[in-house]
């Protein structure tokens, strides 16, 4: 009969007790990857531990699809630094370089400038209207690490929707139809 006749054949002969297996079995993985992902938030003190660049603004240092790994201590951010922000309202952070950390007198705070190693100017355009510096708040953290264009396949994903959908629902016909 073929893979798919198969693989229809077998869905159909699933028992409740197979399908609630599948379904706990399921709910562990999705429940593992966010114990993971609440674990590396911890350990490294960023909100987001991981994050793919998403333009050439960094080439040549990091590609478009490059996962970095960040960590957020309260060591000072210095000058040269990569860094991830946040800006207010905007959804995707940006990793960009510091080139200007200002240090005010009256307290312990820190204006901080960033610069794409690809563009020709500060990110002040990108800044909200009428911020000129970012502050430690802004900073979701330092790139500690990198795998390059790993990240590609969420990039793609993000960019044709059509895909993200095929595949998952691939993965949910396959954990249906599997005989362990």
């Known amino acids: 009969m073929g893979f798919i006749g198969d693989s229809i054949g077998s869905l159909k002969s699933i028992n409740v007790r197979q399908a609630l297996e599948q ?44 996962i970095l790994f960040l960590r957020m201590g309260e060591d000072p951010i ?3 630094e990569i860094v991830v922000f946040n800006i207010d309202r905007r959804e995707i952070p940006i990793v960009h370089r510091v080139i200007k950390v200002h240090q005010r007198n009256d ?19 990108l800044y909200a209207p009428g ?5 430690r708040r802004h900073i979701m953290g330092r790139a500690v690490g990198f795998l390059p264009y ?18 998952i629902g691939a993965l949910g016909f396959l954990a249906l139809t599997s005989k362990d």
């Open 23 to 66: 379904a706990i079995t399921l709910g562990m993985i999705v429940s593992s990857a966010l114990i993971l992902w609440k674990f590396l938030m911890c350990v490294t003190g960023s909100e987001s531990p991981v994050v793919v660049v998403l333009s050439e603004s960094m080439e040549p240092a990091f590609q478009r699809g490059d």
């Open 150 to 167: 790993v990240g590609y396949i969420t990039i793609v994903m993000t960019e044709k929707p059509i895909i993200k959908y095929v595949l």
């Open 107 to 125: 307290t312990s705070d820190i204006d901080i400038l960033t610069k794409g190693d690809n563009n020709p100017t500060n990110d002040r355009g």
């Open 78 to 80: 210095r000058a040269g």
């Open 131 to 135: 911020q000129q510096w970012l502050q």
